[in-house]
């Protein structure tokens, strides 16, 4: 133990976060900004904001959600539908991006796991002293996992259909003009009243563990699925 109440897979947990959370921020929102630029619309692009700096995209108040309760969001990346040929169609798709980019994160994650596993198996000896070896790869298996965890949770989270979360921006692409209107003229207090649904849902286990249950089911397929291919691959 390393402390009252803080033992070194705590303090692993809170650094997957932080390190998770800070590589798929860029991701997610350059996500968005590249599928948009891909459609017609370079806004994010002239705002600097399909970029890999995770501190362009950073919202102070989604990163503190993220360390305390594990899922947060940045500051959403500027749209202009009126620059894509099919505007519905566009803002649907760079909505999607985002919550995407997480699931194929995930996998990416997996498949790192298994690649590095697989190599630490056969040269471990050669790499590290055994006790030094069990905490090298204790961290990369708790990062890792979390990383895929993470990931999945930030893309189901994202694709609830309330604002500003990108599953209320899919909506809004087949809503009429004057509803799309009405969202921005109250956009500071919709979003302030999202901010409390969260705080006050994540406290109620009949709201947040069915959604916690969902994200560990996925986050468990998408590992199982891909060890077992990785597992397929050694045998060849």
Known sequence: ???????????????????????????????????????GDDTAKKQGRISLNPFVHLDPFGFIMMLILGFG?????????????????????????????????????????????GVSVKNINNIFTVES?????????????????INVGLAFFNLIPLPPLDGFNLLRAFMPAGFDRWVWQNYRYITGAFIVLVLVSSRIPEI???????????????????????ELIVEI
């Not at 090298?136 to 996992?145: D, T």
């Not at 947040?208 to 996925?218: A, E, W």
């Open 1 to 39: 133990m390393l402390g009252s109440g803080l033992s070194l897979e705590n303090l692993l947990i809170v650094a997957a976060r932080v390190i998770t959370f800070m590589l798929i921020i860029p991701i997610h929102e350059s996500a968005h900004g590249l599928m948009a630029k891909w459609l």
């Open 133 to 149: 070896a069990v905490t090298v790869f204790k961290a990369i298996s708790v990062f890792l996992q979390y990383f895929v965890i």
């Open 73 to 117: 969001w940045a500051k959403p990346v500027p749209v202009d539908v009126s620059k894509m040929k099919n505007k519905r169609l566009g803002y649907f798709l760079v909505s999607l991006a985002g919550p995407l980019s997480n699931i194929i994160a995930a996998f990416v994650g997996t498949a790192l796991y298994a690649v590095i596993i």
């Open 208 to 230: 947040s563990q069915p959604f916690s249950n969902l994200i560990y089911t996925v986050a468990n397929w998408i590992w199982t699925s891909v060890m077992r291919i990785a």
